[in-house]
């Protein structure tokens, strides 16, 4: 007997997103209300500023729903495809200077 098992997949939402979705779904991920996500950023921002850091960097890491791949993971393929394709090929020379 197949069993389909369905994984939970941090992701940023689109459903009850406000700015880019990371609350909504770190929310959704741990079953917790969104705006308690949002107002533990907010404390957290108030006493240091690390609340932003933290919401920056889950922007920056977490997938948008519907995407596999995050702005970062996204940013390093293209950046790795640039460095792979060189106007040079093996057989010319590079110019010198």
């Known amino acids: ?12 939402t689109h459903k009850g997103r406000i700015i880019a979705g990371v609350c909504s779904g770190v929310g959704e991920y741990v079953g917790v209300d969104p705006n308690i996500i949002r107002i533990g950023l907010a404390i957290v921002t108030l006493f240091g500023g690390l609340g932003i850091g933290v919401y920056a960097i889950g922007w920056l890491l977490l997938p948008e729903e519907g995407k596999d791949t995050s702005i970062v993971q996204d940013l390093l393929a293209k950046q790795q495809q640039k460095s792979t394709t060189s106007p040079w090929s093996d057989d010319d020379q590079r110019p010198r200077p």
Do not use: G, P, V
């Open 1 to 12: 007997m197949s069993e389909y098992h369905s994984s939970k997949q941090l992701r940023r």
